[in-house]
């Protein structure tokens, strides 16, 4: 029954145990709306909706948050560039309300392609300013918060152990911090928690507050719905490993100085996709989205194999060719399932075995390797087709729904199919085979059985 998680805060592997006894509080940091997700962010949505899975099968029921940033934040984590949102605007003639409004579409419908669950909730940061405002009046009150230019910064210096989660010195944060443009800050570490709305600047997006005109700092947002919603420490907090240094620290912060307690008891990150050894980068041409691969005739579903193929916490180096590879893969799963038939009973042991894998630490590839193992065990069909299904709900693969459509056969292939038991009766071995030929074109795979013909057509 236990699950075991690598927490970054602990730097080990530990039992988890949650606050409540059949509930956890999942919270995961969401994606900014002004640009289709890249397929690094999606790998993030994917590694957290398993780990959500995980939880459910295991019997708890599971309250999962998510913020959408939709204010504009800045182009860099240093509160410094040009305003995200503010960009896609100027290059789009669209007003920021507008632009977040269809990044949200576009990313629900990743997460609907992708087979991820939604989660619990949804919080735009737009609709928690009110809150986000007296979070950081706390914050100004408690002396936490210091003015400068262009905006209200947190002293890092008064939290004694800023910089545990990342397990660095000050110094090294400081050494790590990207060059400033603001020389008025106490500590290369500090970070804007309101920023001012410069007077020369008309802005899409700002509000009143105690210290005028602007808008939250990007950080402010997930310590507050998080608090919101889960309360003041929860369970599970996950992000990429990017957050590791900056904005976790920082929502950890600004949530230590407010309640006095640990935000989450458990953070989880996943390491990043890589594309062909190298970063993904726009410039370069290497940002990936959904859509590019779709493109280029590969599934969604393929691309979450890909990643259930690798362990969270490594990075996952993408090619086409290693998708080509997850594509086939999931095909020859389908290929071997699809006529295991009705589930009846199950495979106990090779599925406490897959849990077992997916609750150490999320072992995505040990559980796909289970997988397999039911697929080449001795077990009667239906007794696979039962514990694939149930795996499933943890994997996410849709496996039973491909299955089923691989034997919908067009209605073009089986006319074919009818020719070709025809040619086969009448022992026109030629016909058949061209026949055959034809079908293979379509997509459809024919074996001859003591049965007749059995056809497939796998679809992802
Ligand atoms: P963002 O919208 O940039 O805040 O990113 C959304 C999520 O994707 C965050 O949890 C990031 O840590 C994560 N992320 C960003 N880039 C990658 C990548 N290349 N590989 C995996 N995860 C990523
Ligand atoms: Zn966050």
């Excluded at 055959?436 to 459809?444: E, P, Q």
């Amino acid at each position: 029954m236990s699950i075991f998680l690598y927490n970054s805060l602990s730097k080990q592997k530990e039992e988890f145990k949650p606050i409540k006894k059949k509930q956890v509080g999942l919270y995961t940091c969401g994606p900014t709306v002004y640009n289709h997700p890249h397929i690094g962010n999606l790998m993030a949505y994917v590694v957290w909706d398993v780990l959500k899975r995980i939880l459910i099968a295991r019997g708890y029921k599971v309250k999962h948050i998510m913020n959408i940033t939709d204010v504009g934040h800045l182009t860099s984590d240093a509160d410094e560039g040009e305003d995200k949102l503010a960009k896609a605007s100027r290059e789009t003639g669209q007003n920021a309300w507008q632009i977040a409004e269809f990044f949200i579409k576009v990313f629900r419908n990743n997460l609907a392609s992708l087979n991820i669950d939604e989660p619990t909730k949804f919080l735009r940061a737009t609709e928690t300013i009110k809150e986000q405002i007296a979070f950081a009046r706390i914050l100004d009150e408690k002396g936490y918060l210091y003015k400068t230019a262009d905006g209200m910064y947190f002293d890092t210096s008064k939290i004694a152990d800023y910089g545990k989660l990342a397990n660095l010195s000050k110094v090294e944060l400081q050494e790590g911090a990207r060059v400033e443009k603001n020389q008025e800050k106490k500590n290369l570490t500090d970070f804007a928690v309101w920023k001012f709305t410069p007077e020369d600047i008309s802005r899409d997006m700002d509000w009143e507050s105690p210290w005028g005109l602007g808008f939250p700092g990007w950080h402010l947002e997930c310590s507050v719905m998080s608090r919101l919603e889960l309360g003041d420490t929860f369970d599970i907090h996950t992000g990429g490993i990017d957050h590791l240094t900056v904005h976790h620290p920082n929502e950890m912060a600004q949530s230590e100085a407010v309640t006095g307690k640990l935000q989450a008891n458990y953070w989880l990150h996943n390491d990043f996709i890589k594309f062909e050894g190298g970063k993904m980068a726009k410039s370069q041409g290497t940002l990936i989205t959904l859509e590019n691969i779709r493109e280029k005739g590969f599934s969604p579903l393929a691309f979450r194999f890909l990643i259930l193929q690798n362990h969270y916490r490594n990075s996952l180096n993408f090619s086409f060719d290693s998708l080509q590879a997850a594509q086939n893969g999931l095909k020859a799963i389908i290929r071997e399932i699809a006529f295991y038939g009705k589930p009846k009973g199950g495979c106990q042991e090779l599925e406490e075995e897959f849990y077992q894998a997916i609750g150490d630490d999320l072992n995505t590839p040990k559980g796909l390797a289970i997988l397999q193992k039911i697929i080449d065990s001795e077990n009667k069909p239906g007794a696979k087709m039962a514990s694939i299904l149930n795996i499933d709900e943890v994997l996410g693969l849709r496996l039973g729904t491909l299955a089923k459509n691989a034997l919908d056969i067009s209605s073009d292939a089986k006319i074919i199919l009818e020719e070709r038991a025809k040619a086969r009766d009448s022992q026109d071995w030629v016909r058949s085979d061209k026949l055959r030929d034809k079908l293979i074109a379509l997509g459809v795979e024919v074996q001859d059985t003591t049965d007749g013909q059995k056809a497939i057509q796998v679809t992802l």
